[in-house]
């Protein structure tokens, strides 16, 4: 399954000329929109690829560059308990806030990033 969307990630239909460099499926709003490089948006990345990995599939995504980009930019951030059953509460509110699409809502450095996954971890422990 995760091979295939992967592989369909490299269909002419998703790979049409835009105005931005990058992967649209790891990209934050603000680097869609063209903002200059800000740390936040590596940390973005790695919070779509932790989703990713957990769910199996990406949180926003579409047929073309344009719906993908779309789904970045305004879509809902998506339940990842609707897409894998054994997924804490703690988790989805995670990634609820972390893949906001107000900037001020997210983790802005990779240290910000790791304090919130350490308290999830730690958190799990006492559940």
């Known amino acids: 399954r995760l091979g295939g969307r992967l592989l369909s990630t490299l269909t002419p239909g998703r790979t049409e000329r835009s105005h931005f460099g990058g992967t649209p499926l790891y990209m934050s709003p603000e680097a869609i929109d063209g903002a200059p490089p800000q740390t936040s948006f590596d940390v973005w990345s790695l919070t779509v690829v932790m989703f990713e990995a957990i769910a199996g599939e990406p949180p926003f995504d579409g047929p073309t560059v344009a719906a993908i980009t779309t789904a970045v930019r305004r879509g809902k951030v998506p339940d990842i308990r609707t897409r894998t059953g054994s997924c804490p509460e703690s988790v989805a509110s995670f990634f609820d ?3 906001s699409h107000r900037a001020t809502d997210r983790p802005p450095t990779a ?14 422990r006492v559940e």
């Not at 240290?111 to 730690?122: K, N, Q, W």
């Open 111 to 124: 240290a910000h990033l790791a304090t919130e996954l350490i308290r999830l971890r730690d958190d799990a």
């Open 97 to 99: 806030r972390a893949l």
